[in-house]
T-cell receptor
Framework: GQSLEQPSEVTAVEGAIVQINCTYQ??????LSWYQQHDGGAPTFLSYNALDGLEETGRFSSFLSRSDSYGYLLLQELQMKDSASYFCAVRDQYGGATNKLIFGTGTLLAVQP | DVKVTQSSRYLVKRTGEKVFLECVQD?????MFWYRQDPGLGLRLIYFSYDVKMKEKGDIPEGYSVSREKKERFSLILESASTNQTSMYLC?????????????FGNGTRLTVT
């Protein structure tokens, strides 16, 4: 079957660094994405990793290890506005007519002052 | 900016009613998706469409159908609403089927079936 596992909740303080892990098991693999969703809002795209290694975008970085079927989202210099749910997602097929993005169950990040 | 608009933010329907959820995107995207979001279950794909009049079943299509008569509009239909379809419904679009192509989501429709 296909599954993505993330911790359900993470708590951290302002200014700290937090890592949200994601392990996946899918029939195909064409990249790991991360989405952020504030309470009551739409999920928004954060990052995409196709190859092993770390991708950095400002305070956020995303890491992928395809051999371990594992990735993480790293948030640095946490701010209160980073309090949100974070979803990892895997594309299980390359292009073509079937183009499914499979989401994890989400990690609720609470940033405390 | 891409705008994905869902017609209703909140909807309350009775069991057995036929329900239409509408979604419109303004960026000429080929692909459109309907997801359902429930606590502890994440986002689950109901149906998607990669072209006008084309559709593919997602992971949980039972009890739902879709319609895509125009490129910008993708409708989700609950043929006979049931209480277990009470959920948040999210529509999304993306410009291509390439793996790096991100999804752009609407703000969701919270449907309650009583």
């Amino acid at each position: 079957g296909q599954s993505l596992e993330q911790p359900s909740e993470v708590t951290a303080v302002e200014g700290a660094i937090v890592q949200i892990n994601c392990t996946y098991q899918t029939s195909g693999f064409y990249g790991l994405s991360w989405y952020q969703q504030h309470d009551g809002g739409a999920p928004t795209f954060l990052s995409y990793n196709a190859l092993d290694g770390l991708e950095e975008t400002g305070r956020f970085s995303s890491f992928l290890s395809r051999s371990d079927s594992y990735g993480y989202l790293l948030l640095q210099e946490l701010q209160m506005k980073d309090s949100a749910s974070y979803f990892c997602a895997v594309r299980d097929q390359y292009g073509g007519a079937t183009n499914k993005l499979i989401f994890g169950t989400g990690t609720l990040l609470a940033v405390q002052p | 900016d891409v705008k994905v608009t869902q017609s209703s933010r909140y909807l309350v329907k009775r069991t057995g009613e036929k329900v239409f959820l509408e979604c419109v995107q303004d960026m000429d995207h080929e692909n459109m998706f309907w997801y359902r979001q429930d606590p502890g279950l994440g986002l689950r794909l109901i149906y998607f469409s990669y072209d006008v009049k084309m559709k593919e079943k997602g992971d949980i299509p039972e009890g739902y159908s879709v319609s895509r008569e125009k490129k910008e509009r993708f409708s989700l239909i609950l043929e006979s609403a049931s209480t277990n379809q009470t959920s948040m419904y999210l529509c999304a679009s993306s410009p291509s089927t390439q793996p790096y192509s991100p999804l752009h989501f609407g703000n969701g429709t919270r449907l309650t079936v009583t």
